[in-house]
């Protein structure tokens, strides 16, 4: 059984809920603590954040009362894995002497819907064969795309949400503006180096997805749509589609 509760925010001094927390862990195998820094969603908005770009901070511990909530809980003396979720380093010595493991998750950054979407659909499409005009490559790239458009938008979405209190529609409106070109142009950057990868590099010889060159050349792919996403993000950010950070 997984039991929940969240013993303080990631921001603010209130303790009030940290005794619930500790009570669930008594009643627990084990304990999974998630702590770690609110980001500004790209530098969009910097209510409660305490991370982000362009967002700095007098101190590199723990916001809030995160450490005191890991302290009340080792108390309990029941196993506990600290899951830093983070877009910077932190100073937590006390987490490093006490926790029984550590888990760093970074921030993604802003192509995480991209990159979420090529890892999704490459993975699916190697088990479950999508083929458009008949080619299952063309059939790969138009998932990823769609994956890719379907998850970005959403990530858009939450961020104009939290940011303007607008209608879904209209924030819906807004977040495929600001994704389906930015998304475009990394996708043509993207495919068009696997296009070079598949009918040039390798035409002679297959390249099966659970290889390490794969993904190398994947890993290329995306440096590839960076360099073709930028001058279009900066042309949505002149034209006011997008913001700058």
Known sequence: MIRHAEGCDWWSQDKSHIAEAVEVVRNSDIAVVAVGTR?????????????????DLSSLELPGVQEELLKEIKKTGKPMIVVLIAGKP?????????????LVQW?????????????????FTNYVPVTVAGSQLFGNWVLDF??????GVYFQFYAIREMEK?????A?????????FSL????????????????????NEPLPKDTWIFWFMMQLAMLF????AYPMNALLIKLGIKKGM
């Open 39 to 55: 980001s500004t969603y790209l530098g969009r908005s910097p209510k409660y954040s305490t991370a982000g770009e362009g967002f």
């Open 90 to 102: 932190l100073a937590m010595p006390w987490v490093k002497e006490n926790a029984d493991a550590v």
């Open 107 to 123: 921030y993604a950054g802003e192509q995480q819907g991209c990159t979420l979407a090529d890892i999704i659909g490459e993975w």
């Open 146 to 151: 769609i994956l890719a458009l379907i998850i």
């Open 166 to 170: 607008i209608s879904v529609g209209n």
């Open 172 to 180: 819906l409106a807004r977040a495929f503006k600001a994704d389906f």
């Open 184 to 203: 475009l142009s990394w996708q043509v950057g993207m495919y068009g180096w696997m296009a070079i990868v598949y009918f040039v590099l390798f035409i």
């Open 225 to 228: 749509g960076f360099f073709c």
